[in-house]
């Protein structure tokens, strides 16, 4: 009787084995292939970091600053005064007789021409 009770015993010790054996298995991939996915990221980032700590050979572009003036053409009522803002400024405009007035901001427009001294950032007229 006892051996009847051993021998069935040993499909499931088995069956259990082989679970084991796949779990294990499964588990091993898992962690390889994340510590794969890992070792990409980290391998991008140290590439990054050692490009942004190379030294450029470029220097910093410097400018001449250029500015242009800028027109504008404004109307109202004929031979009235009226106030624009410009440039963040007010302004008092005189109309003409056709209520045509013209407002200049001289430094409205700036352009940047290279070997300069300074930094600069072009705009133009709105």
């Known amino acids: ?3 009847r009770k051993f021998l069935s015993f040993k499909p499931i010790a088995g069956t259990i084995l082989g679970l084991a054996f796949a779990t294990i298995t499964g588990v091993n991939v898992y962690l390889v292939m994340e510590g794969q996915k890992k070792l990409s990221t980290s391998d991008v980032m140290l590439k990054n970091i050692e490009a942004l700590s190379q030294e450029s050979n470029n220097q910093t572009q410097l400018w001449i600053r250029m500015p242009h003036p800028c027109s504008y053409t404004v109307t109202g ?3 009235s ?3 624009v803002t410009v ?3 007010e302004v008092q405009v ?3 007789k056709n209520g045509n007035g013209t407002v200049t901001n001289n430094q409205g427009r ?3 021409d290279p070997n300069g001294t300074e ?3 072009a705009k133009e007229c709105l």
């Open 1 to 3: 009787m006892n051996k």
């Open 77 to 79: 009522n004929p031979c």
């Open 81 to 83: 005064t009226i106030v």
């Open 87 to 89: 440039g963040g400024m």
């Open 94 to 96: 005189q109309l003409d």
């Open 110 to 112: 700036i352009t940047c």
């Open 119 to 121: 930094q600069c950032t």
